[in-house]
């Protein structure tokens, strides 16, 4: 690997075979935003990939977690000429053009995580940092111009960027990004709920989260074991899934997730669900054999040992720089992986199992048990209150509804002066305090609070009678730069 700098950015490079491919990358992601800015990096993406003229060799840009990448191949000149548009762009950005994009945003599918790892991550770290993965945000058009501002420049900087090539730089490249002050990572990311537990949400299959230090290569073999069991198990014998899919999740520093997503087929979410624990809790109480960690370990020097893993590589060693992780290359996680026994990888998994979130579809009831036998806990609601409070102002639906349906009679809005409770028909309470609120969209008349503990309260015409005091109350109660007007890309639901 070789180590440049070209105008403040540093660059990193290793011959690979083909064109020239390129990636400049910023430390800059949907974790950085809050969930009233949600989605503001991308539209500077956006934003900045609307200058450029028609090319014709490769080139994209795309958002995540934790990363902005602007990616290109294609002839060195090309290559050059692409890196120095992207970095004039992103000095300059043409806010004029901030409604077209968001038009753009909004036909666009721009998630940044599949919908069990969202939801899993939003059970962990709640309405913030990679908890957002969850969230639509406020909408395209909703994002405060001083938000796209106050982020290019806090982020879109030379000293937050690395520039990774598959070749030396190409002559006279120039990479003209404004100067900055580094981001401070140093803060722990805060975990709204540690676990172990499971909880129904609009997924399409069930989904297990173990949260840890991600260079922990024991648990690393041993999810990767589990994942291929389950790949033996729900997928060969049963046919009851097409993907078993392991992830890992950079959370902050020295911690992630490490993911197992699978699909179900339809009517089979339940058994899917039930086998993804069965598995689990086998493997933890019993383990694996040195034949299936070496299956892994093989795997793993093929990949590595492939001439394509060198982009992957560049970029995993610049994504470590920009977020002050240390970098072990290749050969030194084949040696990490290669020493861990059988009995190492299992009780990783036994100790990570205290940590673990399950999710399934909605429909699925599930009935599982721990390592030490006792229930796995359900998450019916983060908030932490299961009453409503004794004072307040009393909100209902009216009358009319209230004595035709039950489930109108049991619904209630409950205003005090620290916060909102809001308790469904079928008695779950949800409490989201005022100094824990982290958005509100302007519904009509209404208001839906949203709570970083991912409580939501909607206070909204269609549910409540005479919500005037509720809306008042709430109104001056937030910071008016939390509330915004519902996206007129979204039909009001
Ligand atoms: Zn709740």
Same mark, same amino acid.
């Given at each position: 690997?070789?180590h ?5 950015v540093?660059?990193?490079?290793a011959?690979?075979?083909?064109p020239?491919?390129a990636?400049?990358?910023?430390? %800059? ?17 956006h934003?900045?990939?609307?200058? *450029? ?9 795309s958002v995540?977690l ?5 990616t290109?191949?294609?002839r ?10 992207? %970095? ?13 994009e968001?038009?753009v945003?909004?036909?666009?599918d721009?998630?940044v995580?599949?919908?069990?790892t969202?939801?899993?991550l ?7 940092g ?25 982020y879109?900087?030379?000293t937050?960027a ?5 070749g ?13 002050t ?10 709204l ?9 609009q997924v399409?299959?069930?989904g ?5 230090? *991600? ?19 729900? #997928?060969?014998?049963?046919g009851?899934?097409?993907?078993v899919d392991?992830g ?9 997730e490490?993911?197992? %997503? ?8 339940q ?5 993804l ?9 019993e383990?694996m ?5 070496a ?6 020097r ?13 970029g ?11 970098y072990?290359d290749?050969?030194?996680?084949l040696?990490a ?5 059988p009995?190492?990888a ?9 940590t673990a ?21 359900q998450q019916? %609601? ?6 409503l ?9 009216p009358?009319?509804?209230?004595? #035709?349906?039950?489930a ?20 779950t309470v ?21 709570? #970083?503990?991912?409580?939501l ?6 549910l409540f009678?005479d919500l ?10 937030v910071p008016?730069e939390?509330r ?7 039909p009001?639901?």
């Open positions: 690997m070789n440049d700098l070209i105008d403040g540093p660059v990193l490079w011959d690979a075979p083909g020239l491919e990636t400049l990358i910023f430390a %800059c992601g949907a974790r950085d935003e809050t969930l009233r800015t949600l989605g503001v990096t991308h539209l500077i993406e934003l900045a990939m609307s200058t *450029l003229p028609r090319l014709h060799h490769d080139h994209n840009a995540d934790s990363l902005t990448q602007f290109c191949s294609g060195p000149e090309q290559v050059a000429d692409f890196l120095t548009r992207v %970095c004039t762009a992103l000095g300059d950005l043409p806010l004029g053009r901030v409604d077209q968001a038009g945003l909004a036909a666009e721009g998630r995580a599949d919908p069990q969202a939801e899993l939003s059970h962990r770290y709640g309405a913030q990679p908890g957002l993965a969850a969230y639509r945000g406020p909408g395209p058009d909703r994002i405060p111009l001083e938000a796209v501002r106050e982020t290019v420049t806090r879109f900087h030379r937050n690395t520039l990774v090539l598959t030396p730089p190409p002559a006279g490249l120039r990479l003209p990004l404004p100067a900055g580094r981001p401070d990572r140093t803060a722990t990311q805060p975990v709920h540690h676990g172990p537990s499971w909880r129904q949400e399409p299959g069930p297990l989260a173990l949260h840890g230090d *991600l260079e922990d290569f024991a648990l690393a073999l041993a999810t990767k074991v589990l994942a291929e069991r389950l790949r033996e198990t729900v #997928r060969h014998q049963h009851l899934s097409y993907e392991g890992v999740v950079f959370t902050g520093p020295g911690q992630g490490r993911t197992i %997503c699978l699909d179900a087929r339809e009517g089979q979410e058994k899917v669900a039930e086998l624990w069965a598995e689990t809790l086998r493997l933890a109480r383990g054999t040195e034949q299936e960690l299956e892994e370990v093989a795997a793993a093929e990949a590595w040992e492939d001439p394509r893993s060198i982009p992957y590589e560049l995993e060693a610049a994504a470590d720089a920009l977020l002050g992780e240390s072990l290749a050969p030194t996680r040696a992986m290669a020493a861990v026994t009995e190492q299992r009780q990783a998994l036994a100790a990570a199992l205290g979130l399950v999710v399934v579809p909605c429909e699925v009831e599930l009935d599982l048990r721990q390592l030490d036998g006792t229930p796995l806990p019916h %609601c983060p908030g932490g209150v299961t009453e409070p004794s004072g307040g102002q009393v909100f209902r639906p009358l009319t509804e209230r004595l #035709r349906y039950s109108a009679r049991k619904t209630k809005l409950v205003v005090t002066d620290t916060g909102l409770h809001f308790q469904e028909p079928d008695g949800h409490h989201v305090a005022y100094s824990e609120v982290a958005a509100v969209e302007m519904n009509g008349p209404g208001r839906v609070v949203f709570g #970083r503990n991912t409580c309260v909607p206070a909204i015409a269609d009678a005037g005091p509720a809306v008042r109350a709430i109104d001056a109660a008016a939390l915004y007007p519902a996206s007129a890309f979204r009001v639901d």
